[in-house]
């Protein structure tokens, strides 16, 4: 198979034989398309998320208001096919394209399958809270969509230049969803900040780019890893250009101390928003990173490696503790996402496969809880009434077993509770970490994860041992959002009891 | 010194002259039309490093274009000033320190000795039939066609934020119905009366 990195003539003629001429006849011709379809063939999922967009753009203006679940429904079925187009181009080795600037891995195809599958249930929960709160328009879904395509390149990126693209994107799209809500005050506020915050943040990433394309005058990772690899470059500016670069992945993912925009944004945006920034964008966040400082910066690892330390300690004991305090359910899961970061950035510092797919394994793990915790606030949500508070929660066991069941089995997850997946992915990372002679930090992230426990059992208290409120309306749950409800919980147990398939999945992306 | 090493200390001058008053003058028109001297001398300075296309670029959209629609915004909103530059004084000394220490760091590692023509050599200046226009198209259609398309996308969604962030269909909102604008005729624009001369005199 050819590739576009491969061969790449100049401006120059070369004797080409056209593909839909006969080979004997070769001419001359000013030659920069490559056998193209062939070429392109691993982008495939991206392209045919694109045109899945664009076309659901357009259908979606034909569409009356009261028939915009056929918007939805398109936007699952293209998700779908994205998921299976996704699986067919997988294969076990590593393909670069568009000269170098894409690459395909088995690391790739398993975040992107992961972010895929989980934008899916993330859909479905939202669109049951987006007809309830009157705020069913096709643009939340084609926003989703593009947002997924962002995630997608992310995923791929394998230059400055498409990772940043493909992160702005993604950004892009999230910072228009967080204020979707326009007659909320709380929605615009929270927008406004993540807007400000978030082009900050970017400009910083921009600017350690920069800095390191100045160092290294090259754009794609293979290159600035070589280029760093010789030695020959100042070391004093590489760590000026790396600490921008750092501080811009510690903001997207919300790291402590650049977590100030995370608690307003869930707590501002509609809950069908904050369901999906906040499970998808943390696998992407994940890709972020891996790609930036594994593949791009690997020379730099002792330095990035002290940076992300400190990062990961902040955030969880910062995160742990503070959630504590929270009675609003949505800012406790905002601190409880800061806190899960740590761990994450936890399996990253380690800078070997063992630690990346333990990382990876925790990404994954938390979006799929996160979606579900998320989903169930949505289920529990009333036109003009939003399950906000803890309190919201009291006595859903006798309001709803199911839901409080499968709410218990997440919430279980978050606490590293076994036998639910979340005690292995924590397992897992600590386990990378003890092998690197790191026990402080293991014995932080112990420490940190038992505070942490206790407000998740606080609301499973409510949940099950208080008595509901007289007023309370029985739950309505539509059956896409009770199936979705039931995959999702029954799947954190299942992986929890069989963790050997995804973590060998996981080793496998990272095995060279 | 040379004549382009004397145009480049006095385009970077006035850059950053320019850049300084648009932060600090009071009329947010005055701060406008800075912002166009500085786009007007960072194309200058665009212009000696041989980045011709994007010199005129610069010029022709964020001037022409972003900057005239920026000071048409300015002139309809009535902006309250007082208000806005009421947290400026209060934290203008938090604010000066962390610029200068920003500064300081920045000089001291992007000094001539780290970033000096004898680490990074001065590029080859092209030949007089080099055409920029035509290297920057080539490149972008070629080596970064990937990340062309990307931005392209980027732009769409940026179309669609806009739209869905802002309108609105309010009761009192009045548009055009341009079916009833097509089937219009003139005896429904226009009445002839008859009437008899007045008389003017």
């Not at chain 1, 900040?193 to 970017?202: H, M, T």
């Not at chain 1, 990062?311 to 899960?340: C, D, E, P, W």
Request: aromatic share 12%.
């Amino acid at each position: 198979m050819a590739y576009l990195g491969e061969s790449y003539p100049d401006n120059t003629d070369t004797e080409i034989a056209l593909p839909c001429l006969p080979t004997r006849n070769p001419i001359r011709a000013v030659c920069f398309m490559p056998d193209y379809p062939a070429a392109v063939y691993p982008a495939l999922p991206e392209m045919f998320l694109l045109s899945c967009t664009c076309l659901i753009l357009i259908a979606d203006l034909f569409l009356h208001r009261t028939k915009k679940s056929l918007t939805y429904l398109l936007s699952l079925a293209a998700l779908a096919g994205t998921f299976f187009l996704t699986l067919h181009v997988s294969s076990p080795d590593t393909q670069l394209l568009f000269t170098e600037s894409y690459i395909r891995d088995p690391a790739s195809d398993l975040i992107k399958l992961g972010l895929l599958a989980i934008t899916f249930l993330a859909l479905i929960y939202a669109q049951d809270d987006l007809s309830e709160q009157g705020l069913l328009r096709g643009e939340y879904f084609t926003l989703v969509l593009f947002a997924t395509l962002g995630m997608l390149v992310i995923a791929s990126a394998h230059s400055f230049l498409t990772l940043y693209l493909g992160l702005e994107l993604l950004a892009l799209s999230l910072y228009s969803l967080v204020p979707f809500n326009r007659d909320s005050t709380t929605g615009s506020e929270a927008g406004i900040k993540y807007f400000v915050l978030g082009a900050l943040a970017s400009g910083m990433l921009l600017y350690g780019i920069s800095m390191l394309y100045g160092a290294t005058g090259a754009l794609t990772f293979t290159e600035v890893a070589a280029a760093i690899q010789t030695g020959q470059v100042d070391q004093t500016f590489l760590v000026f250009g790396l600490v921008f670069i750092v501080i811009g992945i510690a903001f997207k993912f919300g790291a402590v101390p650049f977590h100030m925009w995370v608690p307003d944004v869930y707590q501002g945006a509609p809950t069908s928003v904050v369901l999906f920034l906040s499970s998808a964008p943390k696998i992407a966040a994940f890709a972020l990173a891996l790609r930036l400082l594994a593949d791009g910066l690997p020379g730099l690892a002792e330095h990035w490696q002290n940076m992300l330390a400190i990062l990961a300690v902040l955030s969880m004991a910062l995160g742990n503790v503070i959630a504590i305090a929270q009675t609003n359910i949505k800012r406790m899961f905002a601190y409880s996402t800061i806190a899960h970061v740590g761990f994450i950035l936890l399996g990253l510092l380690a800078a070997n496969e063992k630690g990346y797919a333990a990382a990876l394994f925790y990404s994954l793990v938390y979006a799929l809880t996160a979606v579900g915790g998320f989903g169930v606030l949505a289920i529990l949500s009333r036109q003009g009434l939003n399950a906000e508070q803890i309190d919201d929660l009291r006595g859903l066991h006798q309001r709803s077993p199911w839901i409080a069941l499968m709410m218990l089995l997440l919430l279980f997850s978050m606490a590293g509770v076994p036998p639910t997946v979340g005690f292995f992915a924590k397992l897992f990372v600590l386990e990378a970490i003890i092998s690197l002679d790191q026990i402080g930090l293991a014995v932080i992230a112990v420490f940190f994860s038992i505070i942490g426990a206790y407000y998740y059992l606080r609301v499973i208290k409510v949940m099950y041992f208080d008595q509901p409120d007289v007023s309370t309306l029985p739950v309505r749950i539509t059956s896409g959002s009770m199936a979705a409800l039931s995959a999702n919980g029954l799947s954190v147990l299942a992986l929890g009891v069989f963790p050997a398939t995804l973590l060998a999945l996981c080793q496998a992306a990272f095995s060279p | 010194m040379s004549f382009q090493l004397l145009l480049f200390y006095l385009f970077a001058a006035v850059l950053i002259g320019a850049a300084l008053m648009v932060i600090t003058r009071r009329n947010p028109v005055h701060s406008a039309l800075f912002l166009v001297l500085a786009f007007f001398s960072c194309s200058g300075l665009w212009m000696l490093a041989e980045a011709e296309f994007l010199a005129i670029a610069l010029v022709l959209v964020y001037v022409g274009a972003v900057m005239v629609l920026f000071l048409f915004v300015v002139m309809m909103l009535d902006i309250n000033l007082a208000e806005l530059r009421a947290g400026f004084v209060r934290n203008a000394p938090v604010a000066v320190l962390v610029a200068l220490l920003i500064g300081a760091q920045l000089v001291l590692i992007l000094g001539p000795e780290r970033f000096g023509l004898a680490q990074f050599a001065a590029p080859v200046p092209k030949p007089a039939d080099y055409s920029n226009t035509e290297a920057l198209g080539l490149a972008l259609f070629t080596e970064h066609l990937y990340a062309f398309e990307i931005a392209a996308v980027i732009l769409l969604v940026g179309i669609i934020a806009a739209i869905s962030l802002t309108l609105r269909r309010r009761p009192t909102t009045r548009y055009q119905n341009p079916g009833q604008q097509v089937r219009v005729q003139a005896k429904d624009r226009l009445r002839v009366v008859k009437m008899d001369a007045e008389d003017v005199a």
